[in-house]
Every structure is written in structure tokens, then in C-alpha cells.
């Protein structure tokens, strides 16, 4: 996994203007790739890794020991300060088993955000540090939980109460039965492309996480594809944007038929 060099040329950007930003990743390839040299199966149900007790250990090494660094390690290389985290320091990722069937899956129950406040204001600093989030949990018990990417940042987010939630993917954004792009959507749309199964896999994961906070306390969530060259500050910065922009809908606003 290689962070797009004009993407982290975009964060920097970001930076320089004195915007926050709290990158969390995933890292489904490579888990992949991981397991598979393990001989351990990969297996999904809508859209959610079903993560046995042998797989877990595979999937923190690659999450925290492999790629969590490797994104820290690229951000200071060009001048962006960076601070790895779990979502297992400090429980800031609180949670329990998803279900039996997923044995080591993680339903987020609480977030603890001291963590991130902790990074984002360090004292003495004029540039404060991204805090670059790793999705594991942890339960009641101490034991890690694999908590989906996209749900995690949608939980963090959620409980930071930011302002905006941007999901860097390899598409364009969400897309209608024909193919074609959706630029802007409600959570009425949201929920009709769930119901009638236009949406599958890891991107009906993100949009229920999306619902889930559009109907919580966010406005506006951006999907952008993160390979595109300066995609951040093209959907940031320009009145059309190059991706989805998901919107709760607004009291009185006409709802769609």
C-alpha cells in the first residue's frame, strides 16, 4: 500500500490552511494477501470480514504493525507530522463481538476521543500532528476486536463532531442500476439504493455507515476516488466536486417519490 504522493500533497495543503484532519485507515489487500499466505480463508458477509481467532492476529500485524507505520513514516517524510494510534490505546475504539459467526468482528459501542484531542492540541506546537488511526477495538474483556474501516471513521467522526467525513476510495463515488455516478444524494436515496440492492459489498458498508450518521448529527459526507490527482482539493474547492456528496435531508425538504 502506497499513499498517493499528490494525496498526501493535498493533506499538507489542508494543514497549511489550519484544518484538522484525523486519517483512518483500513487495509483490505493486504490483510488479504496476508491471510492467504497463512492459509487462512477471507470471508465476507455484507460487506463485514468475518474474523476468526487466527485470523485476528494476522489482521493487527497488518493493520498496526505494517500499515499504520508505513502511513506515519510517509507523512513525515514530506513534513507532515504524523501520530500513529490503535483504536485499542486508551479504548478509544470501545466494543463487543459483532455475533457469534463473526467471533473477532467489533461492534463499536464508544468512543473515548481524549486520545485524538490529545494529539490535535499538543502543547508547544505550531503545526499540530494528524493522528493516523488504526481500526482495532478493544472489548471488556482487553481482547481486540477487527472493527470495519469505514464504520470507524464514521464512529470517530460522529462522536468528534466534525465537519466533514471524506471516504477515499479506488471509485468515483456511488453509483445508480445504470452505472452512472451519483454527484449528490439524501438519506432517502441512500436507503432506496440499499433496498433495492444497488449497492453490495464494502461500499454497502459505507453507505450504511453514512445513513447512520447523516440521521445522527453530520450534514455532509464526501466519497471521492483517492487515486484521482488532487481529488481532496478538487471536491473540497470546486462547486461541482469529482465524487458523492451524501446530505441528510433537511426538515420541509421535499422528499423523492
Same mark, same amino acid.
Given at each position: 500500500?502506497?499513499?498517493?504522493? !499528490?494525496?498526501?500533497?493535498?493533506?499538507?495543503?489542508? /494543514?497549511?490552511?489550519?484544518?484538522?484532519? !484525523?486519517?483512518?485507515?483500513?487495509?483490505? $489487500?493486504?490483510?488479504?494477501?496476508?491471510?492467504?499466505?497463512?492459509?487462512?480463508?477471507?470471508?465476507?458477509? #455484507?460487506?463485514?470480514?468475518?474474523?476468526?481467532?487466527?485470523?485476528?492476529?494476522?489482521?493487527?500485524?497488518?493493520?498496526?504493525?505494517?500499515?499504520?507505520?508505513?502511513? %506515519?513514516?510517509?507523512?513525515? @517524510?514530506?513534513?507532515?507530522?504524523?501520530?500513529?494510534?490503535?483504536?485499542? #490505546? #486508551?479504548?478509544?475504539?470501545?466494543?463487543?463481538?459483532?455475533?457469534?459467526?463473526?467471533?473477532?468482528?467489533? /461492534? %463499536? /459501542?464508544?468512543?473515548?476521543?481524549?486520545?485524538?484531542?490529545?494529539?490535535?492540541?499538543?502543547?508547544?506546537?505550531?503545526?499540530?500532528?494528524?493522528? %493516523?488511526? *488504526?481500526?482495532?477495538?478493544?472489548?471488556?474483556?482487553?481482547?481486540?476486536?477487527?472493527?470495519?474501516?469505514?464504520?470507524?471513521?464514521?464512529?470517530?467522526?460522529?462522536?468528534?463532531?466534525?465537519? /466533514?467525513?471524506?471516504?477515499?476510495? =479506488?471509485? #468515483?463515488?456511488?453509483?445508480?442500476?445504470?452505472?452512472?455516478?451519483?454527484?449528490?444524494?439524501?438519506?432517502?436515496?441512500?436507503?432506496?439504493?440499499? =433496498?433495492?440492492?444497488? %449497492? $453490495?459489498?464494502?461500499?454497502?458498508? $459505507?453507505?450504511?455507515?453514512?445513513?447512520?450518521?447523516?440521521?445522527?448529527?453530520?450534514?455532509? !459526507? @464526501?466519497?471521492?476516488?483517492?487515486?484521482?490527482?488532487? *481529488?481532496?482539493?478538487?471536491?473540497?474547492?470546486?462547486?461541482?466536486?469529482?465524487?458523492?456528496?451524501?446530505?441528510?435531508?433537511?426538515?420541509?425538504?421535499?422528499?423523492?417519490?
Amino acid at each position: 500500500m502506497q499513499f498517493n504522493i !499528490i494525496l498526501n500533497q493535498d493533506l499538507k495543503l489542508l /494543514k497549511g490552511v489550519g484544518i484538522h484532519v !484525523i486519517l483512518v485507515h483500513g487495509g483490505g $489487500k493486504a490483510i488479504d494477501q496476508a491471510l492467504a499466505m497463512h492459509h487462512i480463508n477471507s470471508h465476507f458477509v #455484507d460487506g463485514l470480514r468475518v474474523t476468526s481467532n487466527a485470523a485476528m492476529d494476522i489482521i493487527e500485524m497488518v493493520l498496526c504493525g505494517h500499515i499504520n507505520n508505513m502511513l %506515519v513514516k510517509q507523512l513525515n @517524510h514530506i513534513g507532515i507530522r504524523a501520530v500513529g494510534l490503535t483504536g485499542a #490505546d #486508551d479504548h478509544l475504539l470501545q466494543c463487543e463481538p459483532i455475533s457469534t459467526q463473526h467471533e473477532r468482528a467489533g /461492534k %463499536v /459501542k464508544a468512543v473515548n476521543i481524549q486520545p485524538i484531542i490529545n494529539i490535535l492540541h499538543t502543547p508547544d506546537s505550531q503545526v499540530h500532528p494528524i493522528p %493516523v488511526i *488504526a481500526p482495532i477495538g478493544i472489548d471488556s474483556q482487553g481482547q481486540s476486536l477487527n472493527v470495519n474501516a469505514d464504520v470507524a471513521a464514521c464512529e470517530i467522526a460522529m462522536a468528534l463532531g466534525v465537519n /466533514k467525513l471524506i471516504y477515499l476510495t =479506488d471509485q #468515483d463515488g456511488i453509483f445508480d442500476a445504470d452505472g452512472q455516478r451519483l454527484s449528490s444524494l439524501d438519506t432517502h436515496q441512500l436507503q432506496q439504493l440499499i =433496498d433495492q440492492q444497488i %449497492v $453490495k459489498e464494502g461500499m454497502l458498508t $459505507k453507505v450504511r455507515a453514512i445513513l447512520t450518521a447523516l440521521q445522527t448529527n453530520m450534514n455532509h !459526507i @464526501h466519497i471521492i476516488n483517492g487515486q484521482r490527482p488532487h *481529488a481532496l482539493i478538487e471536491e473540497l474547492f470546486t462547486v461541482a466536486g469529482i465524487g458523492s456528496l451524501c446530505k441528510s435531508t433537511l426538515p420541509g425538504e421535499p422528499q423523492p417519490c
